[in-house]
C-alpha cells in the first residue's frame, strides 16, 4: 500500500531541473507532497486532489494523472535551498483519513 | 500558535520499560496520526484517529497504543520497549481538503 517513489536519489547542480514520481496501485483520491531537510520535520508542499489541476509554487510544481494513479514533483532551476528528502503522501478517501507515505527521493544540490 | 507540539525531543529506555510520547495541537484538526521514521524506510504509519475517541492501526502497530480523549492530544504509548523501536517519531495533524499535515518536531527514542 505505500506508494513507490522514483528515483531513490538525484544530484544536480544549481540551475538544473529534477522531476520525482509517485506510483500507487491503488486508486488515489489525493497525494500530498513534503520536504524534509536533514534533522527537521517534513514540511507540506502542496496538494493534488483528484479532478484537480496542476499545482504550482514557486519554481516548484506537481501534476496528478488519475487514470495512472501516478503524480510527479517538476523542480525547476533548482536553488541550494532545494536540497532533502521529498515525500509524497497519498490518500485513498474515504472516511478514515490517513497519509501513506513513500520511502522519500533525497535531493543533492551543489553549487 | 504553537501547531503541533511533540515531547520529549530525545529519549533513551532500557529494554522492557514503558513510556508515553506527548502530541498536542492547537489548531483543531480533527485527523491525528504518530510515524516513525528509520533510515531507508520512509515514513510509516503506526497509529491514526479521525476525531476524539476513534483510533485505527496504521502499517506497523505492534508494541504502540493509542487514545484520543480530546481532539487536542494523541498519546503513543510504547508497552515494553525494544531496540527495534529504537527511531524518530513524528506526531502530524490535519484537516482534509487543501490543506496538508502538519508535524511535530519528533521524538529521537533510543532503546537500549
Known amino acids: 500500500q505505500q506508494p513507490v517513489q522514483s528515483p531513490q536519489a538525484v544530484i544536480l547542480r544549481e540551475g538544473e531541473d529534477a522531476v520525482i514520481n509517485c506510483s500507487s496501485s491503488?486508486?488515489?483520491?489525493?497525494v500530498h507532497w513534503y520536504r524534509q531537510k536533514h534533522g527537521e520535520a517534513p514540511v507540506f508542499l502542496m496538494i493534488?486532489?483528484?479532478?484537480?489541476e496542476q499545482k504550482g509554487h514557486e519554481k516548484i510544481s506537481a501534476s496528478f494523472n488519475e487514470k495512472k494513479q501516478q503524480s510527479s514533483l517538476y523542480l525547476t532551476a533548482s536553488q541550494l535551498s532545494y536540497s532533502g528528502t521529498y515525500f509524497c503522501g497519498t490518500d485513498l478517501g474515504g472516511s478514515n483519513y490517513k497519509l501513506t507515505f513513500g520511502k522519500g527521493t533525497l535531493l543533492t544540490v551543489n553549487p | 500558535n504553537a501547531g503541533v507540539t511533540q515531547t520529549p525531543k530525545f529519549q533513551v529506555l532500557k529494554t522492557g520499560q514503558s513510556m508515553t510520547l506527548q502530541c498536542a495541537q492547537d489548531?483543531?484538526?480533527?485527523?491525528m496520526s504518530w510515524y516513525r521514521q528509520d533510515p531507508g524506510m520512509g515514513l510509516r504509519l503506526i497509529h491514526y484517529?479521525?476525531?476524539?475517541?476513534?483510533?485505527d492501526q496504521g502499517e506497523v502497530p505492534n508494541g504502540y497504543n493509542v487514545s484520543r480523549s480530546t481532539t487536542e492530544d494523541f498519546p503513543l504509548r510504547l508497552l515494553s520497549a525494544a531496540p527495534s523501536q529504537t527511531s524518530v517519531y513524528f506526531c502530524a495533524s490535519g484537516s482534509r481538503g487543501f490543506y496538508g499535515y502538519t508535524f511535530g518536531s519528533g521524538t529521537r527514542l533510543t532503546v537500549v
Open positions: 489548531m483543531n484538526h480533527e485527523y
Open positions: 493534488l486532489l483528484k479532478g484537480g
Open positions: 491503488k486508486a488515489l483520491y489525493s
Open positions: 484517529s479521525v476525531g476524539a475517541g476513534i483510533t
